[in-house]
């Protein structure tokens, strides 16, 4: 199966640089409407078959063009939504932003049993992702594409990816509607074909304007 992961598209708390994980969260700005228009064309040479979003409306926002394009109905999966805050929800400060995605990081690294603080630990967080792409995969799509976060898709692909260990995910972005695209299956493993970190869309040019999900992490 061809996986595709789109990150969704830039939100008023990404500009805030705040850690929004909470359903249903925020809606897009007026540049993160501009890039999901830009995805139908941006895709346009993908035949996808299966088009999932989250629970979160950015992600159902973000994939509403492409589905008018495709003619597909958006399967909502709370298993693909943002790694869950706990503690840190709403904060936007470097201090949150290092210890959230340090410890999502550690999930993929293996430490699977530690836990967010105040949140979920990675054995939840992974698995529930696990959950979406295994039922995609069983759809018999050769194509899926899943709207889904930066956290979630930099830890799960680092996570499961044969090709790509914790330090590329972790020193390479993701901004808003960048795309990883894998091939597999959850029996056989994946591998990824493409980091797309830039927007498939336009992009803002102030800095963190992608928020700190996206963002390199140091270790």
Sequence with gaps: MRLILIRHGQTPSNLKHLLDTDAPGPGLTPLGQEQAAALPEALAQEEI???????????????????????????????????????????????????????????????????????????????????????AAASGAATVAMVSHGAAIRTWVAARATNVDVEYSRSHPLANTGVVILSGAPEEGWRVLVWEGEPLGPADPAPDADGPTGAPVSA
């Design 49 to 135: 078959g299966a088009l999932y979003v989250s629970t979160l409306l950015r992600t159902q926002l973000t994939a509403a063009p492409l589905a008018a394009a495709t003619g597909l109905k958006p399967h909502i999966r709370d298993g693909i939504r943002e790694l869950i805050a706990g503690d840190l929800e709403m904060r936007g400060d470097d201090e949150a932003a290092h210890v959230y995605m340090t410890t999502a990081f550690a999930w993929s690294s293996g430490d699977t049993a530690r836990r967010m603080p105040g949140g979920e630990t990675g054995d939840q967080a992974l698995g529930r992702f696990d959950t979406v792409v295994a039922e």
